[in-house]
């Protein structure tokens, strides 16, 4: 096997033996980067020379004996929402083309100080509004399980590097969905954290009630190991919590006796994917054969979640994408003789974002609008607490929730991305969890006929991530779905 094809944990420990250099890793990394970038399109900057020069600060670490984190030397994808100092961030949008972050986030300050190796940010749906990585402005990433489909989205970028082994580890963010569904339509590992597990400062912000950053990985373990590194509070990030943070690895025990799986049955509906149904009915058995209990539950106000996202999401997007203007940062529309400020904003903003983003934007400012307020925004929070209400009581009962993570497989490109309300509807089993603040994670279950990859949802009480990887190492132990590799 080749080095860019292991996981982050066996890297880590072939670099802390001397076996193999960070240089190494990184370079082999690059290499597979040239050979299927030009047709997978994961990533829209690359930073080739800065990560082997991280690579070599880090083998000389090494070779003078310093302590060293478990994934040091190993090299991560970012998504192009997360700043890194002196590195474009672009959201996949026109107005942040040539927008250099002056800071790190959180989630890159720890991790450059655990020394892992940043190769790239990756592709993603315009401010990490969409389903497909369609809505990026700049290229379409392709999925590397069939060229022809999407690579889900938003963090589709992220999903198709890893997926590809143009990356060993990578971060993504999660709004709506935006890590788990690109997780499932790739075949790999990944995870939405509880609201306020992770730091946000330094991620752009989409809607800020909703956002968390979280992995994707090849396998569960990497996904403990980075849960490690980037957990934890921050004091810039009034929302994030002073909670003890675990070592997640501690989870990772093949044993699931006594505990208590609910399925919800709103999950299951009619018309629904039949590959998707059978692959994960059959994970829900094996589970069960392992010992868990399995017990179908119900969340009556599902069937709103993606009304009450739509709203709620989309109306702190508007306030939040208001301060791009064109003035302090950011693109600024060069057409010339502005008659008035007003007008220079119009043009800036008419000619930088996308349709999606501009449809979210009119659609938010509507819903929080005088008159309309009530009826749309102050609804929505109280049918978001109804929604959270049913899980809270769900988990009453049960340790976990299983679903499946999509409710299809990847789709062709083009095949949704004029009917909007139909790409909405491919987070319909991943809102509930982000209007609720819950952990999930989706883990490979299986592959259809025409060999797309499948995803199985594991969602957890709030902090409770040590239920979902414990759950999902156990199947991983007994699957091998995770090890296969797409042909590219
Ligand atoms: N697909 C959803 C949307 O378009 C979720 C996006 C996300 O999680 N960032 O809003």
New binding site residues.
Partial sequence: MKLNELTAHEIGELIKKGEVSSEEVTKSVFKRIEKVEKTINSFVTLIKDEALKQARLVDEKIRKKEKISPLAGVPIAIKDNMCIDGVLTTCSSKILENFKSPYDATVIKRLKENDLVFIGKTNM?EF????STENSAFKITHNPWNLETIPG???GGSAAAIASDEAILALG???????R?PASLCGVVGLKPTYGRVSRYGLVA??SS??QIGPLTKDIRDCALLMNLISGYDERDSTSCDYPVPDYTKSLINDIKEVRIGVPKEYFVKGMDEEVEKSVKDAIRLLEKLGAKIEEISLPHTEYAVAV??LL?TAEASSNLARYEGVKYGRRSQVAGHRSLIEMYEETRGEGFGD?VKR?IMLGTYALSAGYYDAYYLKAQKVRTLVKEDIDKAFEKCDCLITPTSPTPSFKIGEKIDDPLK??L??IF??ST?LAGIPGISIPCGFTKADLPIGLQILTKPFAEETILRVAHTYEQHTDWHKRKPRI
Avoid: H, K, P, V
């Fill in positions: 749906d990490a509004m969409g389903s989205g938003s963090s963010s999660d709004t709506g969905g935006s890590i569904q989409f809607a909703l956002d996202y739509y999401a999606e979210r790409m909405y491919s987070d991943t809102i982000n």
